[in-house]
């Protein structure tokens, strides 16, 4: 069937087309195919590096594109790493990672390791645990914004239950105190269930036998998941937390739903800074300079990572 | 032939092997992760950018090197 659908292909081919393909090498055949994609990712990945490369040299202003542009050298760069704000925001960033991931890291790999003993109907829980990530961020962003709401908000109501502070005294979002912890929450919610799904997938790969012979050798659980499901499940866990540091170092879509930045500049993570300075102040030179700065960080991070990774791999 | 490999192992000078260079470079870029997001001094955060860029570059170069 597939051999007389292949023939007919062939003598489909109009004859000049067919002639000049087999004249082609095997390599030039896949240089053909592999080409567009080639061309679509220099067009919409590193030609943009490369621009934004130069525009932080620049003091390019995208509002204002007739103005001539100026060579501005590390201009950019020096302001940007003796600025007090950003240096506030990257902290801001950094308390927002660091939270974000040990508790997505935590209660991810503890649900993973529950849905993992297969009880019944773990495959149905799996599926509801899963619902959170699928979502879109700004439906995620909307809805929480409602639970959030010290009148209407069931997130105010069941604190006001379990504390016996009244709800409206609950402004998760406008409290200085409370706003990135709001985001932190939402964040954690809507991301652990990729965590679990990366460390299920750990979990399942460990042997049964490895467990077989600790229980001949009368390892204890604890004992086991000590020197066995812990160790072995490593490689998945750092690839969670590698994905999900890179991730929320670009966190953008939540923090903007939610907060805007604010109350003030306290939920202002770097992203929001370098969106304020990129198309609300228009200094477009000034903030691809901060955008190099962060791809430089997270480029960092991840050769760390990848080495780390590959370390534990051979153990 | 082996001993053709051996003899061109043998003058990559020792301590730029890639396994001792890779971890100075990962080590700079750690150093200059924590210049970047430590909340006690503005000098340290300054200087994060060359730190986090040089053990990055470096990382990049030293990865190339043989074992």
């Known amino acids: ?315 | 032939m082996s001993r053709t490999v051996v003899s061109k192992r043998s003058y990559w000078p020792r301590w730029a092997r890639r396994g001792l260079m890779e971890n100075i470079a990962t080590a700079i870029i750690a150093i200059g992760f924590l210049m970047l997001f430590q909340p006690f001094a503005l000098s340290l955060y300054t200087y994060s950018f060359v730190t986090m860029l040089t053990g990055t570059v470096m990382f990049i170069i030293v990865s190339k090197f043989p074992e």
């Open chain 1, 1 to 315: 069937m597939l051999n007389r659908t292949a023939d007919n292909a062939a003598r489909a081919t109009p004859e000049p087309l067919a002639k000049k393909i087999r004249g082609i090498s095997d390599k030039g055949l896949a240089w053909l195919f592999i080409s567009p994609t080639i061309l679509l990712l220099l067009a919409i990945n590193i030609f943009p590096l490369f621009w934004a490369i130069y525009l932080s040299f620049t003091n390019f202003r995208a509002n204002r594109p007739n103005e001539v542009v100026k060579n501005l050298g590390l201009s950019n760069y020096q302001r940007i790493l003796g600025d007090q704000d950003i240096w506030i925001a990257m902290q801001t960033t950094a308390h927002f990672v660091f939270w974000t991931i040990l508790l997505q890291t935590v209660i991810g790999f503890t649900l993973a390791w529950l849905i993992d003993r297969k009880f019944r109907g773990h495959a149905f829980w799996t599926t509801i645990i899963l619902v959170p990530m699928m979502l879109s961020p700004a439906v995620v962003g909307n809805f929480w914004r409602f639970l959030y709401e010290p009148q209407i908000g069931l997130f105010s109501y069941v604190i006001s239950f379990v504390t016996g502070i009244p709800p409206t005294n609950v402004q998760m979002l406008s409290n200085v105190e409370l706003a990135p912890w709001a985001i932190i929450i939402v964040d954690t919610w809507m991301w652990t269930p990729y965590v679990m799904l990366i460390c299920l997938a750990g979990l399942r790969s460990i042997p049964e036998y490895i467990y077989e012979a600790a229980e001949v050798d009368r390892a204890s659980n604890w004992r086991q998941f000590w020197s066995i499901t812990l160790p072995m499940a490593l490689p998945f866990i750092m690839l969670a937390v590698l994905f999900r540091g890179i991730e929320n170092f670009k966190m953008f879509d939540m923090v903007n739903l939610l907060t805007g930045g604010g109350p003030g500049s306290t939920t202002e993570v770097a992203s929001i800074t370098l969106k304020r300075q990129a198309f609300e102040s228009w200094r477009t030179g000034y903030s691809s300079a901060f955008a190099i700065i962060l791809f430089v960080a997270v480029f960092g991070l991840a050769n760390i990572y990848v080495k780390a990774l590959n370390k534990v791999k051979q153990r």
